[in-house]
Structure formats: structure tokens, C-alpha cells
């Protein structure tokens, strides 16, 4: 009888605390460019554009200095819809999502997307392709080299290294040449870049650039750790990518993405806890009585 009662107690308790975590669980949204998960401790929504379709456009601010970038059914990966940039010196594009994202203490924000990199550094022209946020929905960028927002932060990038930005000026470059010298990023390739941003606490960010091939295997990651009052002031900032000169000749599968904490999730698991230590002190009490 006694061991009865406390099979049976566990197995409530157990189950108490499976509840608690499917309570915490979140919800996937198919069918539609936005995707919410809950992983019962953050909950992160991404809103993705695979330029499948022209209308993918609509959720970006498209600005442009020199040639224009246009819109192909085949200029993305795996040829499926995407822009095609032009192959041009002095021409610069950037895809702003009219996405805002809540600028919060601990939220983590993240810009990503899919760039066809078309020559090497030692071939001139040279580009380079863009990442970032800005305070602003839309932005224009100068014509300096590599092309900068005036509000914000980025990371202008090529195949051996790259540029970070900050309101308009470098503040740091990252070299990610091989041992042997070869360039890390190749020719005529796809690949991804991320930029996740973090408010740390006051006006202290941290960022964690990310480029992979295709199928999901890291090339590089580097973090980075500074301080902008003015970004930090802004409520909702906006995450952009783009390109600067001659580089990169096709973007795709750009998305964004805010991971917040979850609340909830800790009530959850406290009250699974108090239900745990409730049921096992009454097993324990019933089995004093047998």
C-alpha cells in the first residue's frame, strides 16, 4: 500500500509539472510569413520574406543611391524569387523592414538574410554587402566606402572580413581569413548572414554576427560589445540589409526576429513546484498513518 501511494504521488506530481510546461508552451503560426514559438523560457517571433512573390516587397522600405536593384522570379536561391543587385560602382541598395522591433532591456533582435557573393577582395571593383539596425524605418545611405546609415549600427562585410559601424563611422574591423590566406567566403556562393542585438542594461549592447553556408554549417561568429545612447533611446528600432557597390549581386530570405523573455513561463513552473512538494508531503503524511 505504501509503495502504491508513492508510485501514485510521483506520478501526479510528474504530471502536474508536464502541464505546467505545455501551459508554458507557445504556438506555431503556418501558413504565413509570421512565426511564433515559445521554448518556455523566451518566446521569440520571426517574420520571414522569402521573396517568392513580388508582394514580399511590401514589408520592407527600399532605398537606393546609383542603379537600382529589381525584383526576379529567379534571382534567389535555388532560383526561386529574390533581387538581383547591380554589378555596379556607386550603386547602393537597402532593404529596411517596416518591422518594428520593441527595443527592451533583454530582448534580443535579430536581422538575417541570404547573399550571392560574385567576386573576390582582389578584384576591383570591391562592395559589400549590409547588415544592421537603425532607429529609423527607412534609411538613405552615404556615398562613402562602404556605404553607411547616419543612425544606427551595422556590419559591412566581403569575402575575407568586414566593417563595423556605428552612426556612420568604423569602429572595428574583423578579418576572417583562413590560416593559409584563403578567403572564407566563395565566389559565385550563397550564404547567410545574421546580426543579433541585445540591450544589455542602460545603453550597453551586444551584438553576435553569424555567416553560414546554405545547409546550416557556421564560417564564422564573432561578438561584440559597445555602448550607443542614442540607439538605447529609441523605443522600437528597425533591422535592415543591403549592399554597397560591386559585390554582391542577389539578396533573399531576409527576416527578422525579437526574442523576449517569458514571464509567464516562471509563474508556470512555480506552481507545478508548489504542486510537486504539496503532493509528495501528502504521500509521506499518508504513509506515516498506514
Given at each position: 500500500?505504501?509503495?502504491?501511494?508513492?508510485?501514485?504521488?510521483?506520478?501526479?506530481?510528474?504530471?502536474a509539472l508536464?502541464?505546467?510546461?505545455?501551459l508554458?508552451g507557445?504556438?506555431?503560426?503556418a501558413?504565413?510569413?509570421?512565426?511564433?514559438?515559445?521554448?518556455?523560457t523566451?518566446?521569440?517571433?520571426?517574420?520571414a520574406s522569402?521573396?517568392n512573390t513580388?508582394?514580399d516587397?511590401?514589408?520592407f522600405?527600399?532605398?537606393?543611391?546609383g542603379?537600382?536593384?529589381?525584383?526576379s522570379?529567379?534571382?534567389?536561391?535555388?532560383?526561386?524569387?529574390?533581387?538581383?543587385?547591380?554589378?555596379?560602382?556607386?550603386?547602393h541598395?537597402?532593404?529596411?523592414s517596416?518591422?518594428?522591433l520593441?527595443?527592451?532591456q533583454g530582448?534580443?533582435?535579430?536581422?538575417?538574410?541570404a547573399?550571392?557573393?560574385?567576386?573576390s577582395?582582389?578584384?576591383?571593383?570591391?562592395?559589400y554587402?549590409?547588415?544592421?539596425f537603425s532607429?529609423?524605418?527607412?534609411?538613405?545611405?552615404?556615398?562613402?566606402?562602404?556605404?553607411?546609415?547616419s543612425?544606427?549600427?551595422?556590419?559591412a562585410?566581403?569575402d575575407?572580413?568586414?566593417?563595423?559601424?556605428k552612426?556612420?563611422?568604423?569602429?572595428?574591423?574583423y578579418?576572417?581569413?583562413?590560416?593559409?590566406?584563403e578567403h572564407?567566403?566563395?565566389?559565385?556562393?550563397?550564404?547567410?548572414?545574421?546580426?543579433?542585438?541585445?540591450?544589455?542594461?542602460s545603453s550597453?549592447?551586444?551584438?553576435?554576427?553569424?555567416?553560414?553556408?546554405?545547409?546550416?554549417?557556421?564560417?564564422?561568429?564573432?561578438?561584440?560589445?559597445?555602448?550607443?545612447?542614442?540607439?538605447?533611446?529609441?523605443?522600437?528600432?528597425?533591422?535592415?540589409?543591403g549592399?554597397?557597390?560591386a559585390?554582391?549581386?542577389?539578396?533573399?530570405?531576409?527576416s527578422?526576429?525579437e526574442t523576449?523573455?517569458?514571464?509567464?513561463?516562471?509563474?508556470?513552473?512555480?506552481?507545478?513546484?508548489?504542486?510537486l512538494?504539496?503532493?509528495?508531503?501528502?504521500?509521506?503524511g499518508?504513509?506515516?498513518?498506514?
Open positions: 500500500m505504501n509503495k502504491l501511494i508513492k508510485r501514485n504521488t510521483f506520478k501526479t506530481a510528474f504530471g508536464a502541464a505546467a510546461l505545455l508554458a507557445g504556438s506555431l503560426q501558413g504565413t510569413t509570421t512565426t511564433t514559438i515559445a521554448t518556455g523566451t518566446s521569440t517571433t520571426t517574420i522569402d521573396f513580388s508582394s516587397q511590401d514589408y522600405n527600399y532605398t537606393f543611391s542603379a537600382s536593384a529589381t525584383y522570379s529567379s534571382a534567389g536561391v535555388n532560383s526561386t524569387g529574390g533581387f538581383s543587385v547591380p554589378y555596379s560602382v556607386g550603386s541598395s537597402l532593404w529596411t517596416k518591422t518594428a520593441n527595443n527592451a530582448n534580443a533582435l535579430t536581422i538575417s538574410g547573399f550571392y557573393n560574385t567576386n577582395n582582389y578584384e576591383v571593383p570591391e562592395g554587402g549590409l547588415i544592421g532607429s529609423l524605418s527607412s534609411n538613405a545611405l552615404s556615398p562613402d566606402y562602404p556605404a553607411a546609415i543612425s544606427g549600427i551595422e556590419f562585410f566581403y575575407e572580413g568586414g566593417y563595423f559601424i552612426n556612420g563611422s568604423i569602429v572595428g574591423y578579418n576572417w581569413n583562413t590560416a593559409n590566406g572564407v567566403l566563395a565566389v559565385n556562393t550563397w550564404f547567410n548572414v545574421s546580426l543579433s542585438l541585445t540591450l544589455d542594461a550597453d549592447y551586444t551584438f553576435l554576427l553569424t555567416i553560414s553556408k546554405l545547409s546550416g554549417d557556421v564560417i564564422y561568429s564573432t561578438s561584440y560589445t559597445f555602448d550607443d545612447a542614442a540607439l538605447a533611446a529609441a523605443a522600437s528600432i528597425y533591422g535592415f540589409a549592399t554597397s557597390n559585390r554582391i549581386t542577389a539578396l533573399d530570405n531576409v527578422v526576429a523576449v523573455p517569458e514571464p509567464s513561463t516562471y509563474a508556470s513552473l512555480m506552481a507545478g513546484g508548489v504542486a512538494l504539496g503532493l509528495m508531503r501528502r504521500g509521506r499518508e504513509k506515516r498513518n498506514q
